[in-house]
Nanobody
């Protein structure tokens, strides 16, 4: 079992950049595909980005494509979400999640087994 802890959230202005981190413990991160999800008030949780355990394949929601980048450093047991040009529509609680590596890369929240507690990102206009 792997434990996940997100960090890096905060309050930023529209157009700013932000980097979220997800630190894993308990098991080596290299065994898991990783995903970032978000949930805005009154909305369902949605996939933001996902990456295979080796980092060779990633997937992005259309709403963040070209602005967000998911990456991982398995040696540091950490996954990142680099966010650029954020807008108020990016305001949400962001969660990282893990599932045992498989192919193809999964992107639905119910396909992920382990979750962090979330970190709040608030973008002001």
């Amino acid at each position: 079992q792997v434990q996940l802890v997100e960090s890096g959230g905060g309050v930023v202005q529209a157009g700013a950049s932000l980097r979220l981190s997800c630190a894993a413990s308990g098991r080596t991160l290299g065994m898991y595909d990783m995903g970032w999800f978000r949930q805005a008030p009154g909305k369902e949780r949605e996939s933001v980005a996902a990456i295979t355990r080796g980092g060779g394949t990633s997937h992005y929601a259309d709403s963040v494509k070209g602005r967000f980048t998911i990456s991982r450093d398995n040696a540091k047991n950490t996954v990142y979400l680099q966010m650029h040009s954020v807008t108020p529509e990016d305001t949400a609680v962001y969660y990282c999640a893990a599932r045992p590596g498989s192919w193809p890369l999964r992107t639905r929240d119910y396909e992920y087994d382990y979750w962090g507690q979330g970190t709040q990102v608030t973008v002001s206009s």
